[in-house]
């Protein structure tokens, strides 16, 4: 079955420090990863995915992220985090075997706060 | 471009009432089409899903159910709702048979049963 973990249910960073936001992952076959912005009362925005190649993308809003094949991860990352970035930050998987139907499992989300 | 428009964006109901959320897609042909329950604003429950015209595939039994009556039109409804109905319903659509196509949402409804 698949599955996505997100262990920190909330992350704080300083303004200008940079921000990881950590996800791990579990399906067959090779995976289709995503990550995604929520803010409040509103829409999932679409920030970056890994599909195949370079182990790291760059995403929407100066994000990236590190795909991590052995130990099945893919933190999402920031250079130096803004107060606008404070959302709430899913990562999801789709598995190979899937492509058809689409379908997306979404992590719980982790709620990331910048501090001024 | 394409959009996805879905209405209405708050609703109040009481127990026992009808529901219908609509969400249309605009500038696309036979997207996948989804609808996701997300309650107390964390992780996102997949509801319903549809590859195509009159085409739906339930994740969770429960008292709600949907349908495609056209291309790009899913509509989410109930015959009555439950107090545990209540959440943020979130329609979303991806190019269909494309594994590496992202989900994209509409901006959701928020729905309380009172």
């Known amino acids: 079955a698949q599955s996505v973990a997100q262990p920190e249910d909330q992350v704080n960073v300083a303004e200008g420090n940079p921000l990881t936001v950590k996800c791990t992952y579990s399906v067959s076959g090779n995976p289709y990863l995503f990550w995604y912005v929520q803010y409040p009362n509103r829409g999932l925005q679409f920030l970056l995915k890994y599909i195949t190649g370079d182990n790291l993308v760059k995403g929407s809003y100066g994000f990236e992220a590190e795909f991590n094949k052995s130990q099945t991860s893919f933190h999402l990352k920031k250079p130096s985090a803004l107060v606008s970035d404070s959302a709430l930050y899913f990562c999801a998987v789709r598995g190979g075997g899937s492509s058809n139907t689409g379908k997306l499992i979404f992590g719980q989300g982790t709620t990331l706060q910048v501090k001024p | 471009s394409q959009t996805i428009h879905q209405w209405p964006a708050t609703l109040v109901q009481p127990v026992g009432s009808p529901l219908s959320l609509e969400c249309t897609v605009e500038g696309t042909s036979n997207p996948n089409l989804y609808w996701y329950r997300q309650a107390a604003g964390r992780g996102l429950q997949l509801l319903f899903y549809?590859?195509?015209?009159?085409?739906i595939s339930s994740e969770v039994p429960q008292n709600l159910s949907a349908s495609r009556p056209q291309d790009r039109q899913f509509i989410l409804s109930s015959k009555k709702l439950l107090l545990s109905d209540s959440g943020f319903y979130l329609c979303?659509?991806?190019?269909?048979?494309?594994?590496?196509?992202?989900?994209?949402f509409g901006n959701g409804t928020r729905l309380t049963v009172t």
């Open positions: 549809s590859v195509g015209i009159g085409q």
């Open positions: 979303a659509w991806s190019r269909l048979g494309t594994g590496s196509s992202p989900l994209h």
